[in-house]
């Protein structure tokens, strides 16, 4: 079965750091782009970051670009997602997303998502 | 990082069909045939709907279609059922030096 499971979210206070992961299965890993997109309580989503299949290509939205950091494990089939400086405005469900048609950059066709996990970010 | 404009919410009975529409700009869905829509259930993950502007996934009804006109993108829902009710987003490739991917907002639909 084709799955992501994303893991390593909570509660963390404002400045703080966390690590999130994403173990891929059922599909060849290397051969994607991946991506992380969050969606904050009660909005929309919010496209964040991506990572090409051999990590040669990373892009982040402007609202995390100098704070979250995109990497990946081909041979243990993970993504990860470093998120310094935390702030309020980064709490939200956090995804991980496979594009479906690029291996090198991204172009927003997510084809396979996971679960999500929850990042809040409070005092 | 501008967001794609959708309506709020739209609305239709069973068995009608409705449209939801997704403007961008001309660096975004008017450059680009790389528009995908998703509809997402409440406390569920995004589903794939449509890629590249009309393509299905597999296992996709055909009663979702996609279309682009300029800088819109619209999604078409025929036959609507139940079970269609669901919020629905668009996104847009947007260029490897700017935004890279931009959603829109979003549209609740409502099936009467």
């Not at chain 2, 680009?32 to 296992?59: C, D, F, T």
């Not at chain 2, 059922?81 to 907002?105: K, N, R, W």
Request: charged residues 15%.
């Amino acid at each position: 079965e084709v799955q992501l499971v994303e893991s390593g979210g909570g509660l963390v206070k404002p400045g703080g750091s966390l690590r999130l992961s994403c173990a891929a299965s059922g599909f060849t890993f290397s051969s994607y782009s991946m991506n992380w997109v969050r969606q904050a309580p009660g909005k929309g989503l919010e496209w964040v970051s991506s990572i090409s299949s051999s990590s040669s290509y990373i892009y982040y939205a402007d609202s995390v670009k100098g704070r979250f950091t995109i990497s990946r494990d081909n041979a243990k089939n993970s993504l990860y997602l470093q998120m310094n400086s935390l702030r309020a405005e980064d709490t939200a469900v956090y995804y991980c997303a496979r594009d479906s048609i690029a291996a090198a950059g991204t172009t927003g066709a997510f084809d396979i998502w996971g679960q999500g996990t929850m990042v809040t970010v409070s005092s | 990082q501008s967001a794609l404009t959708q309506p709020a919410s739209v609305s239709g009975s069973p068995g009608q069909s409705i449209t939801i529409s997704c403007t961008g700009t001309s660096s975004d869905v008017g450059s680009y045939n790389l528009v995908s829509w998703y509809q997402q259930h409440p406390g569920k993950a995004p589903k794939l709907m449509i890629y590249e502007v009309s393509k299905r996934p597999s296992g996709v009804s055909n009663r979702f279609s996609g279309s682009k006109s300029g800088n819109t993108a619209s999604l078409t829902i025929s036959g609507l059922q139940a079970e269609d009710e669901a919020d629905y987003y668009c996104c847009s490739y947007a260029g490897s030096s700017t935004f890279h991917v931009v959603f829109g907002g979003g549209t609740k639909l409502t099936v009467l």
